[in-house]
């Protein structure tokens, strides 16, 4: 069953409150031997972590991660190591800001999960959107830094490439402008548009979405379990399950509806030692099993439901009434959405290689 | 795991190869006491079944699906009854037309499975695409008139809503129209526009991709669990296991992304006993649960892989040919798609219910 | 879910009912490239086929299997292969001997499932026990034919130990007995007598119990995921799962507890190249996880619960009557679970044999 | 995948070390709204402490357990409530004696898991056992607390029933005596003569081997999903994963296997309302599924493998040598597996309740 969990061989379960002491992460199934420490963990956290730029929220959290088991060092593990057992994650919450928390309480924020959450399980922990809160996509980035020492050799890096309707120049793509700007964009010209772009909805008390793509290189050849463990079926539900996401593409993704087939063919020729592919409109996957090239995925997040602008709304007893949601709240979460993105990338990668090394034996490779 | 298996309560597990002896499903966890006929679970392959206009592939499939196990009739259970035990459903593959398989054996056709079957599992039944092939959605169509039964009040359709480069017009969406052409299609005028230009296209010896959406009604507040069983996560997880899918969205999906806070949020007013949602930006899914709007599901197919027109390739020793695939191939594989995206809606519906009956001992509904 | 399948990666799924049309198994997860054939799955069938003494039930089962999918066979693959995809095996009924079912179908039998399927179901499927028949067996041991081409290296041999009061002399114990005698009884003096013993037995109509001792050999150090995935865990759970089964133990098992540590301490002695175990009090497991001695497992079945002696018991509709079970029943059913405890270490070891694969890439072994 | 969770819809996962910073269990799937407390989880967690008489380990930790995540109080939910949301429990280690661990970091004591997990993971943390020492038995306990209160109305009880070769006296068989001696006794003589003869163990620096009894009223009919979710199943998978556990059994068990057909049969009478069982041989079980009868399962621990008697051993390089486990160890084990075989009873009928619930709607009950 899949409450909290996610993954089969190399499983994981968060767990957590936006506004309770802590969140964190089991991770269940990761292999023995692994060099691991907080510090490595605690890189990609900060990438996450909230109060960077003006353009995310201004909640101070450190976010600093506690390894709690799992691991072992003595003078012959050459420093930390991964022991095969459960690695127990931890992240204190520390800046719950005091608040009367008395107009979310009774009322629904359109867009968010108050209504459903109330409606399913007849209570809930309204203090910053309590489980719902994207406070938990840390503990998936925390998994991720641990699922990305399974799979050492893949390359997983994402981009923001669309703000509101303001899309990136492919043209300017270059992956090292990605930590150069606040929006973790490849393309600098379109960051800098973006910046003005945003200091206007910011001002308008609004907030807007976004696409994000990743991009997994080096991926070996054979990932994925058809007919319903296939890599990309897997990969739409790892980044549908982020907060706020609401569309998942692979490839050419919707763009494909619009091609023939002439124009869609991956053709393949001959090369040294393999074969390889003339073009990537597949997004290296075929028939749910990668094929060698990069695994290219992208997923929009919708606009930041928490606006200082009031919307109608009802109260839990069913009267008309208004809301504004005060708060520190990310003007375009999709923002922070990247590193998520590039984690879940990791994780449902870390859990094929293991299916398919145990189904095949072998470890996969590019080529044949 | 999830090889070949989907679902948790309600769980079903297809089996079954394009040109082997038969292909079935084996579904598990059926609450007992259903009304259940052969004719019912007939009644949705016909719709799926192939050769049923010049659009879809000539192959002729009766697709006549036997109940082997999981039901029992006396004279006290009124006709068949479900009885909770597993249900087997089986189909004869009757068509598969005798030939010379002597290129696919040995060439990887651009776009499809062969190359990475080939890869993974180091022998490939290369016969019709084996188990790659879209016959397999007979099973999930079966299937998935058996999860019907256990939500009968939820109302599933789907439409085809875009071929190529032409979408419908939704001012012109009227269910009733999908029976009424080839491509089960709401807009009767793009049906006809659709009609000319796949006629054009199966001319060219060339295919093309297509958009279904897929709503269900009257789906009970509540289903879903956050936060990796969300009911938006594993529907993107059922329809992106489709053959030949690329992208999934829900509610406003990569639009949402354009908009800002204030035009996405769906807001709330107080209604008869419980409130509404002027509008369905969310798509029914709010936090991962339904909230008692339609749910609302759409997702891209690409072109079909196989078209008369060669298009480079390399053989199994790695040695450059082209290749050009005949036989008996929709030009849009995205027509026949449709009944496969209400199945799989109604299997995703059918556990979620199940699992949220379990949970909470309710079995969900609008309002409070 | 575990409804109606068992294991992880190497996991099958059964269906069907004693006088359904048919029975089956579908495998999910088994390695590509093994080869396989009817005749071999067959074998194992036979040995636990009906009505080969006079000592089981007299019904008349030819239990062909066939294959519906998941191999394939050109002239490059050297007979025919697994391929990776689900193979599905089917068994047909063919002697459901048409007879008046009024008395079973009323009343419920003693010892068998017929109260609680009605109660847990509200319908049941009352026809020589339906779903709750040991005529599923077959289908394990289909499965389990199958699961020992993954680990063909382990040697699985299982002997009657124990018919009612009677034990085999274990100094007399010889493999190559069990097939010389109608009990699968490794000590043929044993067998001589459980003869006789049983001819009285069924003379009074009535039936015995057993036990039976399933020896795993060649086991390679390393099966077996702590905590919740032991070795000894799934063992325990796949022989409790066979029908009629009440008991289970591993090594010294229930003995364990007279026991002080000094006298169950399996002392290690320095061998060649690698460490070995001066005794097997621990039945091949240490902390769920096998540790290359022999893996030793003991079931206990009841006795056949349909006996020709007058039973009290209720019907329906809560009113005091009496039973006996006219039929072709076994008055001893832990004979036929010999091979049904085989199957089901093979299958235990299949599946912890591809998870050990997957989580620590190597394929286990003895020694260090 | 089953590494280190439990159960299906109330599913649990646990996590850490003997020496680490801690240990704890995250528990999903827990319905919302029930009552809970840390004193609550505290008063099962008490009993299970070691250190509480000479017969158990003189390890002190208080074993004091913090909610972590899942519940939330205001002053609408009447003191503090479940979610529904992941419920995570963490124990802080306290005690872990500082110590030279050389002996076991490069010896194998036999009996113990360090020979696999070494072998299995080629790294093991050797302090106290690491993963697989009995201190994980205290987030089952925690866990177990919680799975109770999803069936309130089910009464889960235990008692140590044998010590060594000396058997309870069933005569004399009283729960009200479990709480007032220090084995969790019944039989107040045996209890009397157990202290006896385990100050004899002591004195030799030995230990010994205990048979538990677990009984749980107040069953609905209905729980357990055959054929492979079966009640007596998971109940044998759920005892074996406790340390150092070699045999389950149900019912008449072994003893089972000597009874004729005649004498097993638990008859049937009519009852008001309902029909009830004359007897309970099958405890409580029938065809997998509950009967309403109290369910009836004993489980045999061998003996603590740590002892001071030296044992011969060989080292990580395969050398032979002797040990003795100095330590605060327990001389039987069995005596704190029974508030451990509480928790797992506790455990796996809260699971099956919720998906018997999920699966057919009702709540169960015993009648008809």
Redesign the interface.
Known sequence: ??????G??F?F?????SH?????V?I??C???LAISEAMIQEKLDRRKPGQSKYTTQRREPDQV?I???T?E?ER?DGL????????L?IENTDQRSKDYGDI?DK?R????D???????????YRGG???SAR?TAARVAAGAVAQLVVPDIKIRASLV?V??HKINYDRFDWDQVDQNPFFCADPVAAAEWATYLDG?RK?G??????IEVVAENVP??L???????L??????A???INAV?????????D????????????????E???YF?SN???G????????DPVVVRF????????L?P????T?A???TDIITKGRHDPCV?IRAVPVGEAMMALVLADHF????????R??GVG?
Do not use: C
């Open positions: 069953m899949s409450h909290n969990s996610f089969q061989l499983r379960t968060t767990w957590g409150e309770g002491p802590a969140l964190g089991v269940d199934g292999p023995s031997g506690k709690l088991s799992g072992f003595d593990t190591r991964t022991t095969g057992t459960p690695i127990s931890m309480r629904f359109p867009g968010h999960a209504f459903t959450y109330e409606q399913k399980y007849g209570i809930r922990d309590g489980r719902s938990e669309q509101g309707p909805i308008e609004s907030s807007v979405g976004a696409v050849v054979g994925g379990a058809p007919v319903y463990g296939k990309d079926q897997d990969l739409a539900s980044m549908m399950s609401k569309a998942v593409e692979i490839g050419a993704g919707f494909a509806a619009e091609l023939t087939g002439i124009e869609n063919a991956d053709e393949m020729r001959a090369g030692g393999a074969p003339k409109k597949a997004g996957i075929l028939g749910g099993i990668s094929n060698g929009a997040v919708k606009p930041t439901s928490s606006i602008v919307r109608e709304t009802v839990k069913n009267e008309n999709g293991l299916r398919h090394r145990g189904q095949t034996g470890e996969g044949f």
